[in-house]
């Protein structure tokens, strides 16, 4: 049995930090474990320039503690209007590392997200040409009719096919996988298609958000599903097939915001992410294959190299932390396993 493991330093390719106070009290859990970390777009308003994004990302770097070599990769929230060309300088500028796709409403701050796919092909087309990677929150969510358990599998057949098809060098991530469809896609849709996995959709199925008492602290988009897709999610994340790799998706949300009549999607697990997907894999007798999912997979997606440094994790038992707190009138954030026992810890990062 394997007790200790020194990896490469891995990277969060889906990340949401915030801004203002939640951002200066969640950052640094990301920056102690990961190397780098792809910072999702989706604020009030939205991260849409060159601008937006040169001074969202000053705001992260004063978040991370001083002497962490962490680095905050940005990206840019496609709109219906977004103009090609800042998309294009603000790759070539070093500012944007990618282009996100939320469809309108799919998930938490998605109200200026794409409306009509017709409008954004100048902008698909440019970052074909460019070699810039579009990231997608692959749900269908604007026609009612879908299913909230089918909205990603619906996605993918009425918008994410085609889009392969239309733009075959454009290479795309698929986010958040949480169905035995989405697994199946991205594989035959591989190397042009890569999809990242949470640490909550290898762990949890809709039977423990909803089955025992509604447990809104389980809430996510896209939402949980059936043992089996869970079960499809295990197998490709263990794998180490290099079309699979990490994206915590961790998405802290004040306590009023997740508790409400309408509460909102997201998860905190930034505290808990390294360590519970090192579980998650010991677990699977896999954890050979930790360090593909967790540290080169998603490089060689982007064409950037791994990181140097590395991490050492060790088997041992540990209480995690119930909750951050937040400056301000947001309080705290409950964080995702809090006062469980997490079996895995970090040694040396
Ligand atoms: O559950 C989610 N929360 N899914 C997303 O796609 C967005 C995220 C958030 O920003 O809270
Ligand atoms: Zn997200």
């Known amino acids: ?15 949401h930090v915030r801004d203002g106070a939640m ?35 000053e705001r992260v770097m004063a978040a991370v503690p001083e002497g962490s070599d962490f680095r905050p990769l940005m990206t840019c929230y496609l709109t219906d209007r977004t103009d090609p060309d800042e998309i294009e300088r603000g790759f070539r500028g070093g500012v ?13 701050n998605s109200a200026y997200g794409v409306t009509d796919f017709e409008k954004i092909r100048p902008v698909l087309a440019r970052m074909e040409k460019i070699g810039m990677r579009l990231l997608i929150h692959g749900e269908e969510a604007s026609d009612p009719s879908i299913d909230v358990f089918d909205r990603e599998a619906t996605f993918i057949e009425r918008r994410l096919h085609p889009m392969t098809r239309a733009y075959p060098a454009l290479r795309i991530v698929l986010e958040h996988l949480s169905s035995k469809a989405a697994v199946d896609y991205v594989r035959a849709a591989a190397p042009q298609v890569g999809g990242t996995i949470t640490p909550y ?31 499809a999610l295990l197998q490709a994340a263990t794998s180490g097939e290099s079309c699979f790799f990490l994206g915590t998706d961790s998405a802290p949300h004040p306590v009023a915001a997740k508790l409400a009549m309408c509460g909102c999607a997201g998860l905190f697990n930034a505290p ?30 982007y064409a950037l190299p791994p990181n140097d440094a590395t991490i050492t994790l060790e088997r041992g038992d540990w209480t995690a ?10 309080e705290r954030a409950i964080i995702f396993r809090g006062g469980e026992t997490v079996a895995w810890r970090v040694v040396s990062a």
């Open 96 to 108: 944007f590392t990618a282009v996100k796709l939320y469809p309108v409403g799919a998930t938490t």
């Open 201 to 231: 959709h290898l762990m949890l199925n809709r039977t423990d958000m909803l089955g025992y008492g509604i447990r809104p602290y389980y809430y996510c988009m896209p939402i949980l599903k059936r043992e089996r897709d869970r079960l």
């Open 321 to 330: 932390p119930d909750e951050v707190a937040v400056d301000g009138p947001e």
């Open 1 to 15: 049995m394997m007790d200790r493991i020194t990896i490469r330093k891995p990277d969060d390719w889906h990340l």
């Open 23 to 57: 951002l200066n009290a969640v950052m640094r859990y990301t920056a102690h474990h990961f190397g780098r970390a792809i910072i999702m777009p989706n604020l009030i308003p939205p991260v849409t320039t060159i601008a937006d994004a040169v001074a969202y990302r």
């Open 272 to 301: 808990v992410a390294i360590e519970t997907y090192a579980e998650i894999f010991d677990r699977a007798g896999a954890l050979d294959k930790l360090e593909a999912f967790a540290s080169l997979n998603g490089p060689a997606h």
